[in-house]
Nanobody, 116 residues
């Protein structure tokens, strides 16, 4: 089992920045890819960014150039630096971790609200 706890959400004006963090606990040696997804009201959950243990990243087109995902393997944490935020970035952001055996785990979610 893997437990994920997010922090860092909040309210920010358009053009501002926020940094999300996620700490993993439990059977952490088995964690492969980590990352972030988001879900806006009335929409499906969508990928934001992922990062492998070796640092290979993948981003949604809508956040490329504005968001940066990073990972601290020693501390079992993943971060999401969000710059130049837009109102359409408003959503609940979920931390995600996948194990090498293919199991997936989710955090409880943290709200990000961007006002215009």
């Amino acid at each position: 089992q893997v437990q994920l706890v997010e922090s860092g959400g909040g309210l920010v004006q358009a053009g501002g920045s926020l940094r999300l963090s996620c700490a993993a606990a439990g059977i952490i040696f088995n964690i492969n890819t980590m990352g972030w997804y988001r879900q806006a009201p009335g929409k499906q959950r969508e990928l934001v960014a992922t990062i492998t243990p070796g640092g290979r990243t993948n981003y949604a087109d809508s956040v490329k150039g504005r968001f940066t995902v990073s990972r601290d393997n020693a501390k079992n944490m993943v971060h999401l630096q969000m710059n130049t935020l837009k109102p359409e970035d408003t959503a609940v952001y979920y931390c995600y971790a996948a194990t090498f055996r293919g199991a997936g785990y989710w955090g409880q979610g943290t709200q990000v609200t961007v006002s215009s």
